[in-house]
C-alpha cells in the first residue's frame, strides 16, 4: 500500500503543474533528439573522415589506437562531450523540477545558467566515475535515468543468445546483471546529490550508498510499483484505441480512415505522457527529500510573452506535420518489401544449417536469398560451414585450415535433429544453382588464411556468382577492399555488428546487426545508394521494427514467419492492424524499470 500511495502523490504532484513538467521534459527531449544526437553523429563522422578511418568496430580498434593517434584523441574527446551532455540533462532536468515545485515554475536562461555552472566544479575523477556510471550501470541495469545519448550502449542480441545457449555464461550474465542492477540501486542518489545538494563525487557515492542501506528493495519496489502503473495505464489505452478502432473497420468502414488518423494521433499522445510521466516519477522518487516548499512564485512564462500568432503557427505547423505523417504511414508508403533472406539456409531448424538438404528444404519457401558461410580449407579449397572449429556440428575438434577439403566433407554434421554431409562450396553452389536460389556468400577469415584466398576465390566463383545475382558479405573489410579492387561488379555488403557510426567505404550495402541499427543509419546508407541489410531478426517484433526503419532484406531464423509478418504489413491490413504495428515501432517508453 505504501508504493501505492507513493504513486498517488506523484500523479498529484505532476497535474499541479503538468503544463510545466511537460514542456520541460519534452523540450529537453527535442533538443537531444533533433540537436544534440545528430551533432555528436556529425562530429564522429567529421573526425574519422579527416583521421582516414572508414569505420569503427571491435575488428578495427587497435589499429586505430596504434596509428591513428590524433583520431583517438579526438575520438575520446568526443567520448567526454558525450558524457557531459548526458550530465547536462539529468541536471537540467533536476533543476527544472526543483524550480518548478519550489518556486512553482521555472525559466530556461536561469537553468541553463545553473547547470553550465555545476560543470567546473567536476574533476578527472569525476569524469572516470561517470564513464562507469553512464556507459555501465544505467543502460545495463534496466533501472534509472534513462536518455536517448546512451541509446546505442546496450549488448547485441546476438551476443546475448550466444551466451544463452551455454549454462555457465548464462549463470555470468545472470550474476554480472544482479551485481549491476544492485550498484544502480545504491547509486541511484549520486546525481541528484551532485546536482542539488552540489556535493564532491566521493561526498555523493558516500551519501547514496548511506541513503540505500537497508532500503534498497524499498527503492527497487517503489520503482517497479512506477514502471507497472505506468505500462498497465499504456496498454488499456491502447487497448480501447485499437478496439475502437477495430469497430470502425468492420461497421463504420467509409469513415475509418480519418477515424484511424484520429486514434494514431491519440497513441501519439499516450506514448509520450507515458514517457514524460515516467521521467517525472522517477526524478520525483529521486528528489523526495531534496524539494522544498516555497512560497516565491517565478512564472512559467515570461511577461514578455511571444506573439500570440507565432504560437498559433508553430503549433499548426506541428499538427500539419504529425497528421500529414498518420496518413502517409496509414495508407502503407512508409513500408516496402525487404528482402528475405534465410539465414545459414534454414527455417526454424528445418535442418542441418549449412547443409545441402537444408538448402533444398529451405528454398522451397522462395526466400529471395540463402546466406551461407565459407572458410578456406587446408588445401586452399573452400567448405562450407559457420564455426571456426568444426566440434559443434561434427564432433571433431580442428578448424577448417587444419584440415582438407577431402577430409572435411566426409565428415557428419548433426543439428536439429537432422545430419547431413559437410558440403563442399562448389556442391553447395551447384545445388543452389540447380534449385534457382541466389545465394549471400559470408567470406569467413582467420590469420592462417592463404594470403591468395580472395584471388583464388574471386578466379574460381568471381564470374559464376555474378551470372547466378549471388551477392558477398563478410565482417573482415580487407575482404570486402580486396573483392572491389578485384572483382569490381561483384555486391558486396560489409557485415557491421554494432553501429558506433555510419561507415565510410566502397560496399554496396551493410549487414548491420539489428539491434543497434537505427532508422538514420538507413536512410545515410540509402542517400549513398547502398543497401541494409538486418540481421539476424527472428522476432515479430523485431521485424516490424525493421520494417518501419525501411530496410532493404532482413536476415532471419525463422523465415516462415519473416513471410508472415511481412505479407501482414502488405497485404491491405486494416488500419487496426497498422495501428497495432505503430505500437510496436513507437519510440521506448523510456520506463524506469525495463
Not at 569467413?444 to 556468382?465: A, I, W
Request: charged share 15%; aromatic share 12%; with cysteine.
Amino acid at each position: 500500500m505504501k508504493h501505492l500511495r507513493l504513486i498517488n502523490t506523484i500523479r498529484k504532484d505532476f497535474f499541479q503543474n503538468w503544463v510545466a513538467y511537460t514542456a520541460l521534459i519534452l523540450g529537453i527531449n527535442v533538443v537531444i533528439g533533433l540537436l544534440l544526437i545528430p551533432f555528436l553523429g556529425w562530429l564522429t563522422s567529421t573526425t574519422l573522415d579527416i583521421g582516414g578511418v572508414d569505420y569503427v568496430s571491435y575488428t578495427n580498434i587497435g589499429n586505430i589506437l596504434l596509428d591513428h593517434p590524433f583520431t583517438t584523441l579526438a575520438l575520446l574527446f568526443i567520448l567526454v562531450l558525450a558524457l557531459l551532455f548526458i550530465y547536462w540533462q539529468f541536471s537540467f532536468l533536476m533543476l527544472g523540477m526543483y524550480d518548478i515545485k519550489a518556486k512553482h515554475g521555472f525559466a530556461f536562461r536561469t537553468i541553463i545558467r545553473d547547470t553550465l555552472s555545476l560543470t567546473p566544479k567536476l574533476s578527472v575523477s569525476s569524469f572516470f566515475f561517470f564513464l562507469g556510471y553512464f556507459i555501465l550501470i544505467l543502460p545495463f541495469a534496466g533501472i534509472g535515468f534513462k536518455t536517448a545519448l546512451l541509446a546505442k550502449v546496450k549488448i547485441p542480441d546476438f551476443i546475448i543468445t550466444f551466451m544463452l545457449s551455454k549454462v555457465w555464461l548464462t549463470a555470468l550474465l545472470v550474476i554480472a546483471y544482479l551485481l549491476v542492477l544492485y550498484l544502480g540501486l545504491r547509486l541511484l542518489f549520486v546525481l541528484p546529490n551532485l546536482v542539488i545538494r552540489q556535493t564532491s563525487v566521493r561526498q555523493a557515492i558516500t551519501d547514496s550508498w548511506h541513503k540505500t542501506h537497508h532500503h534498497t528493495w524499498d527503492y527497487f519496489l517503489s520503482i517497479l510499483m512506477l514502471s507497472v502503473t505506468v505500462t498497465v495505464f499504456g496498454a488499456i489505452c491502447y487497448l480501447l484505441i485499437i478496439g475502437g478502432q477495430s469497430l470502425a473497420d468492420h461497421w463504420l468502414y467509409p469513415i475509418a480512415f480519418p477515424v484511424a488518423i484520429l486514434n494514431m494521433v491519440f497513441i501519439q499522445i499516450v506514448s509520450q505522457f507515458v514517457l514524460i510521466f515516467s521521467t517525472f516519477g522517477l526524478m520525483r522518487i529521486l528528489m523526495s527529500d531534496l524539494i522544498i516548499s516555497n512560497v516565491e512564485r517565478s512564472p512559467f512564462i515570461h511577461k514578455r510573452r511571444r506573439p500570440r500568432v507565432l504560437t498559433v503557427a508553430a503549433i499548426l505547423l506541428v499538427a500539419v506535420g504529425i497528421v500529414g505523417f498518420n496518413v502517409i504511414y496509414l495508407k502503407g508508403l512508409t513500408v516496402s518489401r525487404p528482402l528475405e533472406i534465410s539465414h545459414r539456409g534454414v527455417d526454424n531448424g528445418n535442418g542441418v544449417q549449412n547443409t545441402i538438404p537444408a538448402l533444398r528444404k529451405t528454398s522451397r519457401e522462395h526466400p529471395d536469398y540463402v546466406e551461407m558461410d565459407i572458410h578456406e580449407t587446408r588445401d586452399h579449397q573452400f567448405v562450407v560451414m559457420h564455426d571456426n572449429n568444426l566440434k559443434n556440428l561434427t564432433g571433431v575438434n580442428q578448424d577448417p585450415y587444419q584440415m582438407t577439403l577431402k577430409q572435411i566433407t566426409s565428415l557428419t554434421a548433426r543439428e536439429n535433429g537432422y545430419a547431413a554431409k559437410v558440403a563442399s562450396f562448389n556442391q553447395y553452389l551447384t545445388a543452389a544453382e540447380k534449385l534457382h536460389q541466389k545465394l549471400l556468400v559470408e567470406i569467413k577469415v582467420t590469420s592462417h588464411d592463404s594470403p591468395d584466398m580472395l584471388k583464388l576465390f574471386v578466379q574460381r566463383y568471381g564470374k559464376r556468382l555474378r551470372r547466378d545475382h549471388d551477392e558477398v558479405h563478410s565482417l573482415s573489410y580487407p575482404v570486402i577492399k580486396g573483392l572491389k579492387k578485384q572483382d569490381p561488379k561483384q555486391f558486396v555488403s560489409f557485415i557491421l555488428p554494432y553501429n558506433l557510426s555510419f561507415p565510410h567505404t566502397k560496399a554496396n550495402a551493410y549487414t548491420m546487426e539489428y539491434t543497434t541499427l537505427t532508422d538514420s543509419f538507413v536512410d545515410q546508407a540509402n542517400a549513398r545508394h547502398q543497401r541494409v541489410y538486418a540481421w539476424t531478426v527472428d522476432s515479430d517484433n523485431a521485424v516490424q521494427i525493421a520494417l518501419f526503419q525501411g530496410v532493404n532484406g532482413i536476415i532471419t531464423d525463422n523465415l516462415s514467419q519473416l513471410k508472415r509478418t511481412v505479407n501482414a504489413n502488405l497485404n491491405h491490413p486494416t488500419y487496426a492492424t497498422r495501428l497495432e504495428d505503430y505500437i510496436i515501432d513507437v519510440p521506448s517508453s523510456n520506463l524506469p524499470l525495463n
